[in-house]
């Protein structure tokens, strides 16, 4: 074989080995492409999923929406004796001290400031008594534990009794009560 032979051999496996880099790269880039989907996928789902989640809580917050209207439309309604009212922000003022100003205006709205006062929600359940305290297992065990022996109802319309349960609630949320988003 004479040189030239030698050098036209060699030259032509130099061009075998740039196709086959250029076809690597080619199938890495595209493997590539098909990992940047894969991460599309994933980032749709986790839309979708955050979608959903606020979905629900506008769902929630229609409803929080509607209680809060069917509160207020009732406290406008409702006339409450300034005797009952003088006493309620007499038992506020002595639980709640410095957020006694912020308390009264929720229970204001909550149940027009009457001990007395019951409302019936859309559930069939009840809140009950100046505070609104809602009548539910975890309210009655509390309550139970607060005060043994001492019935729910009379907890719940008790000045004394209901405004130290508030207090305690009030103290690790006063998100318990509507009308607190409202103020």
Request: hydrophobic residues 35%; charged residues 25%; proline residues 3%.
């Amino acid at each position: 074989m004479t040189n030239l032979a030698k050098r036209r051999r060699g030259f032509r496996n130099w061009r075998s080995v740039v196709v086959m880099t250029i076809l690597l790269t080619a199938i890495a880039f595209m493997g590539h492409g098909y990992a940047i989907a894969g991460d599309l996928k994933e980032d749709m789902k986790h839309l979708k999923s955050n979608f959903l989640v606020k979905a629900q809580e506008v769902d929630t917050l229609k409803g929080d929406n509607e209680t809060l209207k069917d509160k207020l439309a009732r406290s406008a309604t409702y006339q409450t004796p300034e005797s009952v009212k003088s006493v309620s922000r007499y038992y506020i003022n002595k639980y709640f001290s410095g957020q006694a100003p912020r308390v009264t205006t929720v229970m204001t709205c909550e149940s027009g400031l009457d001990n007395r006062r019951d409302h019936t929600n859309k559930d069939g359940s009840i809140d009950g008594g100046l505070y609104q305290i809602h009548d539910e297992p975890a309210h009655r065990k509390n309550i139970a534990r607060m005060f043994p022996g001492v019935p729910f109802e009379v907890v719940v319309h008790d000045f004394d009794m209901s405004s130290k349960y508030a207090k305690w609630l009030w103290d690790r949320s006063p998100r318990n009560w509507v009308c607190d988003q409202l103020i």
